[in-house]
């Protein structure tokens, strides 16, 4: 059995990171307080750059043999291969969207609503689906229709779930809050690379999403909430910052190559 605890706090996390973000959304883009196609296209980036490539081909690495000895002796150097690749695949995905696909559209609100787009569209997909599928298995076992006496191969997945704690679920949330600013940093970054024609814009958002992919699960491996902890501070420092670039916004947009 779980316990009520542990089911209320997974109930409340499918609601805040798959629910909620979606009407989020959906109100601030009715109350016309962010750009629609920014947004949009923000979400897409996240889906692409993730969902349709670095991910398949992260799953498909990761069942060679050579790989998986590899990952298993060189703990350090594999988290930062996974948040280099992160931070790679994610801020070309920001630059490529930006420049190609929203020419006129550069402004530091355009900035914050493809960040959420970004954003909160990795909360729902890779938060909030995981946490609704927990909450469901938790339902099922509770009601005796699974159990790993029944489905031997469901053993690991039962352990997993009933060494659950409430605070470690409603930490996870408050830990997608941050990241969610995160994501609005990154991007301000990426459109004054692009706005302005500087490259090192794009250098600077690359390597704090490296930095904070790398470090968050390295230091969640000796314990869970410095590395969620790690995530708020970047979120928090990095929200900061991007309201402190937005003066840079009211300038024009510089004409020439990126330099």
């Avoid at 790679?88 to 696909?101: D, I, P, Q």
């Avoid at 970054?189 to 302005?196: G, P």
Wanted: charged share 15%.
């Amino acid at each position: 059995m779980v316990s009520f605890p542990v089911v209320f706090a997974l109930a409340f996390a499918s609601v805040c990171t798959l629910i909620m973000p979606v009407l989020l959304l959906l109100i601030l883009c009715l109350r016309h307080q962010i750009s629609q196609k920014p947004m949009w296209i923000g979400a897409a980036a996240f889906f692409v750059s993730q969902i349709c490539l670095r991910l398949p081909i992260l799953a498909t690495v990761s069942q060679q043999s050579w790989f998986k000895e590899f990952a298993r002796n060189n703990t350090i150097l594999y988290c930062f291969i996974l948040a280099l690749t992160a931070g790679l695949f994610e801020e070309s995905a920001r630059y490529v969207g930006a420049r190609c696909l929203l020419k006129n559209q550069h402004s530091f609100r355009d900035a914050v609503a493809f960040g959420l787009g970004h954003g909160l569209c990795e909360a729902v997909l890779l938060v909030g689906l995981t946490e609704i599928s927990n909450l469901v298995f938790c339902l099922m076992l509770n009601s005796g229709a699974i159990s790993s006496r029944m489905i031997p191969s469901l053993k690991a997945s039962v352990s997993a779930i009933q060494t659950l704690t409430p605070a470690a679920v409603f930490m996870a949330v408050w830990e997608r809050v941050f990241t969610v600013m995160f994501h609005v940093f990154a991007t301000v970054l990426v459109f004054r690379a692009v706005r302005e024609r500087k490259i090192r814009f794009w250098l600077f958002a690359f390597a704090a999403h490296t930095l904070t992919d790398f470090l968050s699960p390295l230091l969640s491996r000796y314990n869970a909430w410095a590395g969620e902890g790690s995530v708020c501070v970047f979120g928090a420092v990095g929200i900061w910052l991007a309201l402190r670039m937005r003066p840079a916004f009211q300038k024009p947009e510089t004409a020439g190559t990126d330099a």
